[in-house]
Structure formats: C-alpha cells, structure tokens
C-alpha cells in the first residue's frame, strides 16, 4: 500500500520526519491495512501535491469500486465534485443540500461564460453581468446568470475575438455558496 501511495521508499522513515502530505498518505495505508468496509477520512487532500491528490483519489475511487464505503470531509470542493458521487453539504450541523452531484449540478443554476480578445470594456454594459475579470492582456472574461445567450454571442462578436463562449453548470463551490447563503 505505501508503494501504491508512492512513499514506498521511505517505508523505514519516522512518520514525523515526513512531509504533511506523505504523513497523509501513510494514515490512508495504516487505516486501510485491516481491510474496512467503511472508510471514514478527515480532509484526506490535505498538504497533498497534485500527484499525491491523483495518488490519494485513485485508491479511493479503487476502494469504492470495490464495495468499500468512503465517507470524507474536506473544504477542497473541487476536489469533492471530482472524485465523488454522493455529497452532503453542513452548514452549523445542519445538512442544507445533499444528493448525487450529477444531479445536484443539473438542478443549479448554469452560468454563460465568455472570454473576449480585444473588447472594448464597456460590450457588455447594459446585460446581467454576475463577474467581469481580466483573464489577460487585452482579453475580458465575463460570467452572465440569466442574460440571452444570443444577445450577449453577438456584443461579443462585434466587440473583438470570442476566445470562450460557453454553458456551464454550477460548481459545487457554487452550489455550497448558494445553499449556505451569505
């Protein structure tokens, strides 16, 4: 297990000489040595690096495959919307949203992205814009909620490059910012 976690090597090393990522990864394998049926993880992601996040969500993803039930808490929604089917979102110990995020994704709101190349600031004063930002030199992204998608493609067009103009669903960070409120 220390060899599918990627710290084999380092196998005889004090647990506290390791960084917090490779300690992370040695409390997976000592709580997977007796085999569970339900594994339950406190901020599994935590000090990991992006090849021990994709160490880490294989052996989960593998261990819930194979029957195991995986049961984890952790702020890193993207990580969630990842790597799970199944959330509940608690806010002051109260579950406000849960389901399966397939399902919970398609109930939300969908945001209209575009990222336009040499746009005056100003093509999409008067629309529904929710966040304008700089996303580069020259180039303006905008998220709209609830504008015309037609309207907005063609200020878009006749204001510069569209470099993005796309649907999206609602992130799971979204999704837990609007069912926790403000």
Request: contains cysteine.
């Amino acid at each position: 297990m220390l060899r599918r976690l990627g710290i084999g090597a380092r196998a005889f090393e004090r647990v506290e000489a390791l960084c917090h990522g490779n300690q992370q990864r040695v409390q997976l394998a000592a709580a997977l040595v007796h085999d569970p049926q339900v594994l339950v993880l406190d901020e599994p992601f935590s000090g990991l690096d992006p090849r021990g996040i994709e160490d880490m969500t294989g052996v989960l993803r593998e261990l819930a495959h194979a029957g195991v039930t995986v049961v984890f808490s952790s702020h890193q929604l993207d990580l969630v919307e990842d790597s799970c089917e199944q959330v509940a979102i608690i806010d002051r110990g109260k579950v406000v949203l849960a389901g399966a995020v397939r399902a919970l994704k398609q109930r939300g709101s969908p945001t209209l992205v575009v990222e336009v190349e040499g746009a005056g600031s100003d093509w999409y004063a008067g629309l529904p814009a929710a966040a304008v930002e700089h996303a580069g030199p020259g180039r303006v992204r905008v998220t709209f909620h609830e504008a015309d998608p037609g309207l907005v493609l063609d200020r878009a067009r006749a204001a510069g490059t569209i470099w993005r103009f796309a649907v999206e669903e609602p992130s799971l960070s979204e999704l837990f910012l609007q069912a926790v409120g403000p």
